[in-house]
């Protein structure tokens, strides 16, 4: 297996945002609001439904699971498979999404979302990983590498946490996952909506800079950052367990390893560029709405890194 070249199935697709994720984007934002009128000042929603009204994406007996202002907010949200999740009529049955919604006194007392809510942008990125997930599973199809590059990255982060530098290298491969990038440019269609001048305005949204960062992300400042902070042994044992967890062959070599590193930089600085112009073509989509509205008439665990550091 080798990392820097999974990604280009993303790498070739012309869409950037499916049609099925933004409808029941707004569905789900419905079916929220309403609870929200029936339960107010609700803490938290645990719901069963359906969203299988179009062609491409169908869920049946979906649990929604929303924590309302939880004391430790993060953004975070996921959809899952479990065990009794199967095929059924050509719906993908018995799935969840959790959410976590961050309301201002101003929409808990009107029961609704607002248009900028960035729970909007949350649950398109995860629908989009549904839309992924149902595809494979209609389809029978083995699942794309990056998702089992994702479970590497995730089980490497515990170790990374514990050494500066590496964890945002570590963060940075998170980003470059196939299916990843894919939800995390839909989930902008939710934003970009939202701007007044797109252009200027997308210069401050979080993917947009992660994007550019990891577009420029230079090998020899974080090599030399991460020697300064821990020395030539220390990397070498990091090496180590990098490529033991991402089966890499592993050799006590300080030219080898930062050849390694070096490769998959270079690889996540062209992911970087590709990210950018996908996102010109979707705010390019967006202003078409704009001056078209019948243009579309169809019926995320973040991490900051200090980007100064590397400049």
């Known amino acids: ?44 929603i645990n719901i069963t439904t359906d969203i299988n009204n179009r062609n491409g994406l169908k869920l049946s007996n979906l649990n929604i699971k929303v924590d309302i202002n939880p004391d ?29 919604l961050n309301l201002t006194e101003g929409e808990i007392n009107d029961n609704k979302i607002s248009l900028s809510n960035i729970v909007r942008s949350l649950i398109n990125h995860e629908l989009n990983h549904a839309f992924e997930v149902y595809q494979y599973e209609l389809n029978n199809r083995k699942y794309r590498s990056s998702w089992e590059v994702a479970k590497m990255q995730k089980s490497h982060m515990k170790f990374a946490d514990n050494y ?32 007044t001048y797109p252009q200027t305005d997308i ?32 990397f070498l044992e990091i090496c180590g367990e990098f490529c033991n967890e991402f089966n890499y062959k592993f050799k006590n070599d300080i030219q080898y390893c930062k050849g390694i590193v070096n490769r998959i930089i270079k690889s996540l600085n062209k992911k970087g560029v590709k990210i950018l112009n996908k996102i010109q073509n979707l705010i390019k989509r967006v202003e078409i709405e704009k001056r078209n509205p019948s243009f579309f008439n169809e019926g995320h665990i973040d991490r900051d890194i200090d980007y100064g550091i590397y400049e």
């Open 72 to 100: 430790a907010f993060s953004n975070y949200g996921s959809f899952k498979k479990n065990f009794q999740s199967k095929i059924v009529d050509d719906n993908l049955d018995s799935c969840s999404l959790y959410l976590q």
């Open 1 to 44: 297996m080798k990392y820097i070249n999974q990604f280009e199935e993303f790498l070739t697709e012309s869409k950037h945002v499916n049609n099925c994720v933004i409808k029941y984007t707004g569905d789900i934002i419905l079916i929220i609001d309403e609870h929200l009128i029936k339960n107010n000042k609700v803490k938290k």
């Open 203 to 234: 210069k401050s949204n979080k993917i947009y800079k992660d994007a550019l960062f990891m577009s420029k992300f230079n090998f020899e400042k974080f090599y030399n950052l991460l020697i300064g902070e821990y020395g030539e042994s220390l």
């Open 164 to 195: 500066k530098y590496w964890k945002d290298f570590i963060h940075l491969i998170y980003l470059g996952l196939e299916h990843e990038m894919g939800s995390r440019i839909s989930s902008l269609y939710e934003d970009i909506k939202t701007y």
